[in-house]
């Protein structure tokens, strides 16, 4: 009996250790202020960082869905540093899956050197959006395959959650407008950013927040973005015809909809017009302002440049032509790289006298004009390109301007699998750290 005793004690005592060596072997864990994010790492720092990123990415959503928090399954997040083992592995997965307690969403992350918060932002954003759209459906099968939300409403929100920020954004999508006419609007909505190199990334992000404000700005249009994202999982592939089902103000037709698309991805372009503007885009509209329409009667007016204005100076409509070309240049002295005013300035008085019919030594001044913005341009390239010499031969850091046209190259490539016998491991890692 003695002996039976002492081996139950010995039995349950070696469960009860074990217990406490399973519970020790977890990682710590922080939870985030709305108690949604469970962050697990190694570092209380890290973890605290990720929270309150978690929450700032989730905070952005929810004000410009104009919607109330209300969130049913938690997120996990998985803060890891990379692994000797493991070079190949992704830097962010989201799992989605089904448990028997319900659905269960798990962000993984591994921070090595090349990690990017607003990357890192967005990816939490998509868990964020992926409860949203299966809020209802808690008893999803498991194996069933998920939908996500869309690319370009991620990085629409983000953009507009942060126009603060949005310069680099709107500079291009203003040089894009005046090259060229943005995509179709279905091409743009089946775009793949992965793929996009820097310069196409940034203009995408523009592009995807004026889709954006298309849509919220729209009657009603925060509440239909909702139920859009809740119809998600019963949705037909087709994006358009699932857009126009929640916004009917889309048009019934293609004329009508690149018509509604192309005017918001032009107000888009205008929302910042108090931000001063640099020297490239400043001589793009300057070139742009510098051509005077002259009204015709049942003709369409015609276009003159500014120095050809022997030719429209004895026609009548002359003078409202030139009163607006004044007006247009006083807009954009407010506006205008400081170099270019002097320049803006002696624009306007020529106007001015021409309203007046006074053309003495207006060819000269023209013409030093002319040579003058020329300087300015040579002067700025030549700048450029000295600051791009010493940025790739010089600094001693990287600047990241390229680091997503590697990720799209590396994720297009996809690069040949490495051996992860542990000789080949080490080599890896000593490769990476020396």
């Known amino acids: 009996m003695k002996s039976r005793t002492t081996l139950v004690f010995v039995v349950g005592a070696t469960l009860a250790a074990s217990q406490l060596t399973a519970i020790a072997a977890l990682p710590e864990r922080s939870v985030s202020t709305s108690r949604q994010f469970i962050v697990y790492g190694a570092d209380a720092r890290l973890r605290g960082g990720i929270c309150d990123l978690a929450e700032r990415a989730k905070r952005d959503a929810l004000r410009l869905l104009r919607q109330s928090d209300g969130w049913q399954t938690p997120i996990l997040v998985h803060a890891q540093p990379p692994q000797a ?45 992926l409860e949203k759209i299966y809020r209802d459906q ?34 291009e999508l203003s040089r894009a407008l005046a090259a060229d006419r943005p995509p179709e609007f279905r091409v743009f909505l089946q775009q793949q950013p992965k793929l996009l190199e820097s310069p196409s990334r940034v203009l995408y992000r523009a592009y995807a927040a004026a889709a954006c404000s298309m849509l919220i700005d729209s009657p009603g249009g925060a509440l239909r973005l909702q139920r859009f994202l809740a119809d998600l999982p019963a949705a037909s592939p087709d994006s358009v015809a699932e857009l126009r089902k929640h916004f009917p103000e889309l048009g019934s037709t293609a004329e009508e909809l690149e018509k509604r698309w192309s005017d918001a991805v032009k107000r888009f372009s205008r929302r910042e017009r108090y931000r001063m503007l640099g020297c490239e885009e400043t001589e793009r509209q300057l070139a742009q302002i510098l051509r005077v329409e ?12 500014l120095e050809d204005f022997e030719k429209f100076l004895p026609l009548p409509g002359a003078g409202p032509g030139l009163k607006r070309l004044h007006d247009d240049l006083l807009l954009l002295s407010g506006r205008a790289n400081a170099l ?20 003495k ?14 300087q300015i341009s040579r002067r700025m390239t030549a700048i450029e390109d000295y ?11 990287m600047s990241g301007a390229f680091g997503e046209y590697m990720k799209a190259a590396e994720f297009a490539a996809q690069r040949e699998r490495r051996r992860r016998d542990p000789i080949s491991a080490y080599l890896d890692s000593f490769e990476a750290h020396h």
């Open 361 to 374: 030594r207006l060819p000269e001044r023209l013409d030093e004009l002319r040579e003058t913005r020329e």
């Open 294 to 305: 002259v009204p015709q009667a049942q003709q369409q007016p015609s276009v003159y440049g």
């Open 387 to 397: 600051m791009n010499w010493f940025e790739a031969t010089q600094a001693r850091a």
């Open 85 to 129: 083992n493991l070079p190949e592995a992704t830097r962010v997965r989201l799992d989605f899956s089904q448990t028997g307690s319900g659905l269960k969403i798990q962000l993984n992350l591994i921070l090595g050197d090349a990690f990017d918060a607003s990357e890192a932002a967005r990816d939490i954003l998509r868990a964020v959006f």
């Open 138 to 171: 808690p008893d999803t099968p498991a194996g069933t395959p998920y939908v996500e939300p869309p690319e370009w409403l991620l990085d629409g929100v983000l953009t507009l959650a942060h126009e603060t920020d949005s310069t680099a954004t709107i500079d």
């Open 340 to 359: 270019y005013r002097p320049v803006i300035a002696e624009y306007q008085q020529i106007a001015t006298l021409l309203t007046r019919k006074k053309t």
